[in-house]
């Protein structure tokens, strides 16, 4: 029962990803998929309460800078139905993200 949150999180990620995939190409797909590592930098320094270092900072921002290029460059080349891929995936990665951090918490307080 402790675990039926991240487990529910994989579900929609899963599911909203596939949806995603369908309205989106490959390589799109792959490179907002990047987007997890933005998306669980702020929750672990938000929820976990962790510091990142100068080095992870600057990374996220390359890979924040690189996913919004990506998007960007999407929505404007295939138009609404990549918009609407694009933001399942999104969702996508919030539940992903959050399934990590989730189970980095639960780890942390029962192992």
Sequence with gaps: MLYSLPAAMDLLASTMSNFG???TSASVFQMIKGSIVVIVALMSVTILNRKLSIQQMIGV????M????VGFASVSSMGESSAIGI?????????QATQLVTEEHL???YN
Excluded: M, P, Y
């Design 66 to 69: 690189g996913v919004s290029l």
């Design 21 to 23: 995939l369908i309205l």
């Design 87 to 95: 933001g399942l995936l999104i969702i996508a990665q919030v539940g």
């Design 107 to 109: 780890l942390k307080k």
């Design 61 to 64: 921002i390359f890979v924040f």
